[in-house]
């Protein structure tokens, strides 16, 4: 009794204050329920609303007339996720071609079809990929089975890896992604929306987000942003989200570039924007905060406790890349009191014959594996292997028998650079990467004291970053008390909350109650 | 925005400029000597004579043993500790530094000086010197020290020092006071501080005694390579030596003192059974001090209730314990460790005229204000005081036979 | 997007007090006291908490009676044009004064401490710029700065608080009353301005997400700063002996210096970035109260601009001092001593005004 007392003075304490947000609207939640008219302009004009057609680019509506009874029929399908060969063949030639004024509508079809009244039960179907046929004059819906998502034949993601959970990534074809997405989010909410961004190539670009989630202003920020782009041609989303950052200068990347659909659909269904563009085997999902970038698809794959645990392991790689050969040469030219009386003298009998300073010593070292990383990296797959071959033992060990540099420094730079291997973001890999060299040129000229000043000036930098409005370390700090995965994720049944600093049009994840 | 370049450009210059002229405190680490042992000996006029013990990082290298020896003295006059490190660059190569400072060494005879102090406070000054290090007093010249110093085991210096301090230590042989309780104990001016004792010069024959520790460093007859000996304590009063504790007298006063911590000590006590044979016991304590002062009287009143707790490992006069026989020789450790107690606090009052048991930090909380306690004067009051020690023996274990053969039996 | 509108939240704003509060103990705050009071600095520092209360009470009544007014505005309305200018003038002068005094004092310890070598002005240099790059960018980054690194620094602390009280002797404690109960007074009643700051923070009210993260945020912060400084203080008693602490410039030094971190013996580098981060957000904020003072004398909106400026002058001033450990004790004791009524009589005098304007009634 006391102890709850306690507890509740101190979340009292605690919680912050902020502006209420929204929850979600219950009249959609009516509508739905409802059975559909037997007038066939009146449910299109229902359907038509729900998928915010024609602003929904993939969701198809034709409307025919049926050969033989003259009456006027609609075909609704998703040709995202429906196999379109199908509708065509075995749906809407047969009834065009109808002359028998007798025949039902059943009979005309060579599919198997079912009957549906309630508009929820027929989205639910169309959502699945199947083909709704509404019929003048009759209060049902036909529901043909046509659901064709893309599966396996996409091929594995090469970036992101995960031990647990899907393989999948997107590939170069716009529709194949979507489907993807449309896949794991099968919600009539999900809109695509397409524009064409350039000029003279007219690139197509597909903006996806949820409509009962996704903020207005947000919304609005984006589509002006791309709407003024003024370009003749735009390949992929690669460049695009150059095109559209803020801050272009900038380390920190503010755009998350992902080529997994499950961690796009999390992204989504949170909130947050997905474009995705032909020629591009990625989404791009916004804004991004600096914890999108620092976790992982596998965080929530795995039970809560490896799942902390990889991330703390992330964070330790991610001090570990950015500060170890910084504090290395910080302690070993500044501080030399710190380091435990043996380990000194290691240090200092090994040092002794090496020509270059420390400093020097550890930035060719340095440079050294970022040559062999990006070598590496564009080496033809055959030759691959000889390369790590030749990284490792002429460079490791050569160069230390040769006296250009000292062991424990081998030991340190290779530390650093395994360690930036855990960061699975490209963007946030290579600001780690780059920030290490002012970090080590800083404990050079300064010690721990230049680390520390110019640490301090990161800090006071990334709070002030912001993506398409969004503080970039939200929502650790400025704090909403809404979702709280930062640096270690919650037990899932805790995760009630989409982010509060996107503003959602309905800020709890539970439906009803 | 052309402002703001030119504010750019002018940063972009301020580091630039920071970056060039920076490292001022750099010091490649390779770059330095690193000075594991500092000794100080009484040189001529207000000067002294600084020893360094240098170690030789070469022994570390992994790959081709070095011929070089494993560390290097030198000797010079000099005025203070600091400016020392500059003088020792005209011998040494590489830049002198205190930073892996293991312990100060310091001659008995300068120690004894009354300008000693002055030296001291030199090690406040230095920020490399941590006020953590042990300060060692040894008999002879530190620089003789030093030299004849030579340990067959441990070539690496530093940790010839670390452990040997850490084990005599822990054996209660030496006390466990660091520098900063001599700059401590001195300003508050209310005990005695102790030091470790040492030397390589051995008695010739070295002196018997009937315990084993009845001794000072030197007086222990060992033969052998090694002949350094850390034994006992050399006593400080206001700064400055006054005179020495044995061995015995330095685990007694580790008993006394709530502030020093005591390890697990062998000791020996004489057989209640049979006067020839002697007890071997392991003593611990387990339990604090109990101490109640009373100063209202005319004399000043301690009393002290020292429990400890015996282990008994071996008895030469092979008798095996009753009950009744264990309540005679605990009342005979009892009155023992009481003598050499009474004995040894006789002694600090009368010769020292001071204590090192800290009993002037429990006697503070008896004060109000800083005024009335140093109104009071301790140190002074400390000689006319009346202290009534009481040990509480406890036996534990008989060692891991406990009972032992009748040898008139096994004789037969 | 951001739905805060770059406004401080309860964390951020408390971030802000104890830091800027808890980095006091650092440096020689402590020292001024031990040597009045010897062993019974922390009593006095308890009595300094109850007699800041009623100040900080007083304050905090009248300021949450406004809504959206800073103390800049919340002063000109009850004191009027004049006499308003002319207080803000002061409080202005005592915290570009103050900041003077506090960064040279750390300039100071960083160059005796640990950079013995390296000349003062580019110590000096490089603990403004990065503190007037983070004021320069505005308080709403301070504090998330500040907040970011509050667990860190506080972990930092306790682990240093944690291994003194380890290491050192409780009976160091006695004489309980120290220098006697007159001095303890004497002393609690003219150092109050260690907390004189809380004043500093009305300036910034309008920069909270309401008034009630103001109140709450103040008491909180109060009580942590108040709980810390006890702690430490009893912590360098009990490791130096209120003897040997006299002669310490900086016991918080001093301390991590002598302690041990298992294997590790010499682990005051481990501390040092902790204590430089805490110092570079502290100095952060003193440089913005500074230059939201000038702006508001001066009617300067864009008062973010004269961050450079003020950074420049203080650099220039604060390297005026020679041997700065002795002097710098005096200019603080100084400073103590003027700013220590300002603190009592003007929280006393605003809420005797609004009383009389009937602030409080609507």
Known sequence: MEKMRVKQFFNKLIKEEHPPFEKAAKEDDLLKKKQIDSSLAKNMEIFKEIYYVPNNCDVNIRDIEIGGTKKMAAVLS??????????????????????????????????????????????????????????????????????????RSVEKAENEVVVKGPKESFNEQAITNISLIRKKIRDENLIVESTTISKRAKNELYLLYIKDIANEELLTTIRNKINSLDVDSIQNLSVLEQYIEDNIYSLFPTILYTERPDRAGEFLEDGFIVLIMDNSPDALILPATFWSFFHNAEDHYLRFLFGNFIRI??????????????????ITNYHVEMIPPDLLLAISSTREIVPFPPLVEILMLEIAFELIREGGLRVPKPIGPTIGIVGALILG??????????????????????????????????????????????????GLYGLTALFTIGLFYMTSIKSFGVPYLAPMTPNDSTAKDTIFRRLLKNELYRPGYLKPKDIEKKAGE | MKNQLCLRQFLFLISMLLMLSGCWDQTNIDKRAYVVAIGIDKGEDNKINISYLITNPELSKQEGASSEPAYEIITFPTNDLISAKNTANSVIAKEITYNMLGVIIVSEELAKEPEFIRYMYDVTKDREIKRNKTMIITKEDVKTFLTENKPKLETRVHKYFEFIIENAKNAGLIPDFKLHSYFSITESDAGLFLSPYATTEQVPGGKYTVGEDELLAGELNIEGDSNTQFLGSAVFKEG????????????????????????????????????????????????????????????????????????????????????????????????????????????????????????????????????????????????????????MVTIGTFGEQSKLPDLSEVRD | MDHTKGKLGFREFLAIIIITFGTKLTDNTPTGLFNKVGSAAWITIILMCLLAIIPIYLLTKVITAYQDQNLVDIIYHLLGKYVGFFVIFVLWLTETYSIVLSSSMYTDIIETMYFVRTPTLYIYIILIGVAAYGAKKGLEFIGSTAWITLVGLNLALFVVLVLTFYLGRLSYLFPILGNGIGEIIKEGASNASIFGEFLYLGFIVTSLRSNNVY???????????????????????????????????????????????????????????????????????????????????????????????????????????????FSLINFREKLVYISTPIFYFLPLLLWLMAKRKGVFKK
Do not use: C
């Not at chain 3, 298992?262 to 003193?286: C, K, Q």
């Open chain 2, 240 to 391: 400055k030596m006054i005179g020495t504790l044995n061995g015995e007298e330095t685990r007694l006063t580790i008993l006394l003192n709530e502030t020093l911590e005591m390890g697990e000590i062998y000791t020996t006590y004489s057989d209640p059974f049979n006067q020839q044979y002697r007890i071997s016991t392991r003593m611990m304590k387990r339990d604090k001090n109990e101490v109640k002062m009373d100063f209202t009287g005319y004399i000043p009143v301690i009393d002290v209730t020292v429990p400890v707790y015996t282990d008994i490992l071996s008895t030469h006069s092979m008798e095996t314990f009753d009950n009744g026989k264990i309540e005679q020789l605990k009342l005979h450790i009892e009155d023992e460790i009481n003598k050499k107690l009474n004995n040894l606090i006789k002694r600090t009052q009368e010769e020292f005229k001071g204590e090192p048991f800290g009993w002037a930090l429990i006697a503070r909380k008896k004060f109000w204000t800083r005024h009335d306690f140093e109104k009071f004067d301790w140190m002074n009051t400390y000689p006319n005081m009346k202290v009534n020690v009481k040990v």
């Open chain 1, 397 to 446: 060990q050569a160069a230390v028998q040769a006296n250009l540099v000292s062991p424990l420094v081998v030991i340190i730079v290779a530390l650093g650079g395994l360690s930036s291997f855990a960061i699975g973001d490209t963007n946030l890999n290579y600001t780690i990467r780059l920030m290490r060299f002012p970090f080590l040129i800083s404990a050079g000229v300064f």
């Open chain 1, 313 to 330: 392991l992330r964070l330790l790689a991610l001090f570990i890349t950015l500060f170890i050969s910084a504090i290395y040469i910080a």
């Open chain 3, 215 to 325: 109140r709450k945020g103040i008491w909180t912060g109060f009580l942590y700063v108040s709980f810390i400084f006890i702690l430490s203080l009893i912590a360098y008693i009990i490791l130096f002996d209120y003897v040997s602490i006299v002669h310490l410039n900086y016991p918080f030094h001093e301390s991590i210096r002598y302690i041990q971190l298992g294997f590790l013996t010499n682990v005051e580098s481990l501390f040092l970035p902790f204590w430089l981060v805490a110092s570079f957000i502290r100095f952060s904020f003193y440089l913005y109260i500074s230059a939201l003072l000038f702006g508001a004398l001066f009617k300067i909106n864009q008062f973010k601009y004269l961050v450079p400026s003020i950074a420049i002058l203080i650099i220039f001033l604060g390297l005026i001092p020679e041997a700065p450990v």
């Open chain 1, 78 to 151: 998703i040709s995202s996720i429906s196999n379109i060969k199908i509708i065509e063949e075995l749906i809407i030639r047969p009834l065009l071609s109808n002359d028998n004024e007798s025949k039902v509508i059943e009979k005309l079809l060579s599919q198997q079809v079912r009957k549906a009244q309630v508009i929820e039960d027929i989205l639910k179907e169309i959502n699945n990929g199947n083909t709704a046929l509404f019929v003048d004059g009759e209060p049902n819906a036909y529901i043909i089975n046509t659901s064709n998502f893309q599966g």
